[in-house]
Structures are given as C-alpha cells and as structure tokens.
C-alpha cells in the first residue's frame, strides 16, 4: 500500500507570493492533518480535515488554509508569503477520526521563502 | 491547554548502551501518548502509543515506554542502542475523547537527537 505523498518536496518562493502544497493520503484514509516544522518553533498543528470538512484549527494567521476533495487529498495554501513560512510541512492521514488510530506521516514539503 | 517537556534536546550514547527519553505531560486529564521518530530528510513514523490498558507498551525497533500517571511521564528506553537508532525522537499528546477531548490534533515536544557513537 502506498504511503502518504506530498508534492512538491521541495519549493523556493518569493515574500509576497503564495504557494499550494499538495498531500494524498493512504487509500482509504479520509482523515488529514497539516503541520508545521521549524527548528525554532518544532512541530505545530496547522488544521485537520475529515471528509472534506475542517475540524480543527491551530494557532496560525488566516493567511494559511486549506481544503480537503472528495478523494481525501488535501490541499494547503499559503498567501503573501513572509520569511517566517520558510518550513518543512508535513500532512499526516489517518484511516479514522481516532486518537487510537496511527497517523501516517508523509516525507514533507521543505519551503524556502526569499 | 495540553503541553510536552522533553527533557534534552541532545543525547549521546554508546552503542549497546541504554537508551532513556524522557518526556513529560500536563494535561488536566491523562491524554493518549506517543512517540515518533524522525530520519533526516523523511516524515514521522510512529514508534508506540499509550491509549489505556497496560501501562508499559512495547513498540517497534525494540522501543518500549512506560505511562505514569502519579509522574506525567512518558519516559522512552531501549536496553540496547544500534547505530541504526540515531535520529530525532518526538514525543506528542493527544486529547483523551473519553474525557471530553477532541481528537483531532498531537502536540508535540520540541524533540530530542539521539546520536549513538560507534
């Protein structure tokens, strides 16, 4: 069974632009969570997603958000990008909406912000 | 609000050494517990977790860890480092939904590197 993917593993964006970061599940999982890895700040929640509805949501400005399709892939977006985003994001998918079931984490997106 | 302490954020050992992680919780109520672990340049891959029952869980790679409630403590060992071990070791919580937690997010210790030295 394949894994959790992300794409792009890797991105240079410019402060101001906006970037998209794309996360595909396992088959079958219809839970997924996004978080946001910095050597300063460690791993922070950013939001989780359950058949296509927002449960949660962590501490960050509304310049991050996201979405969640029919098929449990999940999208994240973040606009007038600052230096700050520079970051690893990683989306985690869950086969249930329990804290008993393992959360399966991808490789992650490395962004760099210039 | 939920909160971990992993306590070092370096640890050095030997090969064939003890390996102890020590994690802390607070919580008003006792959460569900985990443990990651994090290779360069790759995801987490979870490594065992506490929900309820037995309070020593075993996990993969030879890992166990124990739950003590009277200490909020989750503290991770291995009888015998490999050089294989030596990554980034992530403790995390997640709300008990039996207590009237939502489930939906871990929060995570700020992490310890474990090096093992040949």
């Known amino acids: 069974k394949a894994g959790v993917t992300q794409t792009p593993r890797y991105l240079i964006k410019t402060r101001g632009q906006q970037v998209t970061l794309s996360c595909s599940p396992i088959s079958g999982h219809r839970s997924v969570s996004w978080y946001q890895q910095t050597p300063g700040q460690g791993l922070q929640f950013l939001f989780e997603?359950?058949?296509?509805?927002?449960?949660n949501k962590g501490n960050f400005p509304g310049r991050f958000s996201g979405r969640q399709f029919s098929n449990s892939r999940s999208e994240m977006n973040v606009s007038t990008l600052e230096l700050g985003d520079s970051a690893l994001y990683l989306c985690?998918?869950?086969?249930?909406?329990?804290?008993?079931?393992?959360?399966?984490f991808g490789p992650g997106t490395r962004l760099t912000v210039t | 609000a939920q909160s971990v302490t992993q306590l070092g954020s370096h640890v050095s050992v030997s090969e064939g050494a003890l390996v102890l992680l020590r994690c802390n919780y607070s919580?008003?109520?006792?959460?569900?517990l985990f443990w990651y672990v994090q290779y360069p340049n790759q995801g987490l891959q979870l490594l065992l977790k506490?929900?309820?029952?037995?309070?020593l869980v075993k996990g993969i790679n030879g890992f166990e860890a124990e739950f003590k409630k009277s200490e909020t403590s989750f503290h991770l060992t291995k009888p015998s480092a490999h050089m294989s071990d030596a990554a980034e070791y992530f403790c995390?919580?997640?709300?008990?939904?039996?207590?009237?937690?939502?489930?939906?997010?871990?929060?995570f210790g700020k992490g310890t590197l474990l090096t093992v030295n040949p």
């Open positions: 919580s008003s109520v006792p959460p569900y």
């Open positions: 506490y929900t309820t029952g037995a309070t």
């Open positions: 995390a919580v997640s709300p008990n939904v039996n207590s009237g937690g939502s489930n939906y997010k871990l929060t």
């Open positions: 997603y359950f058949s296509e509805t927002q449960r």
């Open positions: 985690a998918s869950s086969f249930r909406d329990s804290p008993t079931y393992e959360q399966y």
